[in-house]
């Protein structure tokens, strides 16, 4: 009688740990991405590493790499700055938004030009201005740094197809787009580049679009260029993976994208496209 009674109590005591045991302790998650993505996901991952004790292991690589990566069944967490249609990705993969990736110009501090209008940027774009003069600047060629792939073809989209002819400006040898960008816009007054909010460094000057830049308050609505935060994963999010996107999806998630520049997604006005 006496055993029973102490198998029983143990087994009222380990159902009580249970409870008060947070839902996910222990594991590891594995998050592939490109140099856009991956210093949010980092960032997400050290706070809820703090939190739950779960091991995040980011793996950088090129544009696109967080899709293949999960696709391929190598991580469990892809994370891609793009804006997919309904057929852009395999129908095994899902995908999570967890908020809006502003897309700014840089140009070099020498500049003397601070803003442009959305008319003037699609005409640089498809080649029609050439010459920072005609935008109230110094009489030079306008040079553009056209490298990460992913913001470039959202900008194409939306903003102005690039004319055949436009005048770029291209690294001598291909590295890391996003710090490239950066490097050849700082080097060369005449440059400007299209950059992921968040990813410019202080050696560069950002172009108000319309007076504009964008916030919470302004995508969307006098702000309209931008890319997805996309958190992809090979069928519906389960256990410590879902854990890790809800965490993106709080309060406390939300004021880490607020800190890389990005807006979470219910505070941006922007619908998904």
């Known amino acids: 009688m006496r055993s029973k009674f102490i198998i029983g109590a143990a087994l009222v005591v380990t159902a009580l740990f249970a409870m008060a045991t947070p839902a996910v302790s222990a594991g590891q998650i594995k998050i592939a991405g490109d140099p856009c993505t991956i210093p949010l996901a980092k960032k997400l991952g050290e706070a809820f590493t703090k939190k739950s004790g779960v091991e995040v292991i980011t793996v950088q690589g090129k544009c696109r790499t967080g899709v293949s990566e999960v696709l391929g069944?190598?991580?469990?967490?892809?994370?891609?700055?793009?804006?997919?249609?309904?057929?852009?990705?395999?129908?095994?993969?899902?995908?999570?938004?967890?908020?809006?990736?502003?897309?700014?110009?840089?140009?070099?501090?020498?500049?003397?030009?601070?803003?442009?209008?959305?008319?003037?940027?699609?005409?640089?774009?498809?080649?029609?201005?050439?010459?920072?003069?005609?935008?109230?600047?110094?009489?030079?060629?306008?040079?553009?740094?056209?490298?990460?792939?992913?913001?470039?073809?959202?900008?194409?989209?939306?903003?102005?197809?690039?004319?055949?002819?436009?005048?770029?400006?291209?690294?001598?040898?291909?590295?890391?787009?996003?710090?490239?960008?950066n490097e050849l816009v700082e080097r060369d007054e005449a440059a400007i580049g299209p950059q992921l909010v968040g990813s410019e460094t202080p050696g560069v000057k950002v172009l108000t679009i319309d007076g504009v830049l964008p916030d919470e308050k302004t995508m969307g609505t006098s702000y309209n260029y931008f890319e997805n935060y996309n958190m992809i994963t090979k069928g519906a999010p389960a256990g410590a993976v879902k854990e890790y996107i809800e965490f993106a999806q709080s309060p406390e998630g939300d004021r880490i994208l607020a800190s890389m520049k990005h807006v979470p997604l219910h505070q941006a006005h922007a619908s998904t496209h």
Do not use: Y
Request: with cysteine; charged share 25%; aromatic share 4%.
């Open 73 to 181: 069944g190598k991580v469990d967490i892809g994370v891609s700055t793009f804006n997919f249609g309904d057929d852009q990705l395999d129908k095994s993969l899902v995908d999570t938004v967890v908020g809006k990736a502003p897309i700014i110009l840089i140009v070099n501090k020498g500049n003397p030009v601070n803003n442009i209008t959305n008319g003037q940027l699609k005409d640089i774009l498809a080649g029609k201005i050439r010459n920072w003069k005609e935008l109230g600047g110094k009489d030079m060629d306008i040079k553009n740094v056209l490298l990460a792939p992913c913001v470039t073809e959202t900008m194409s989209h939306q903003a102005e197809h690039f004319g055949h002819d436009i005048n770029k400006l291209i690294p001598e040898k291909p590295a890391n787009p996003v710090a490239q960008t």
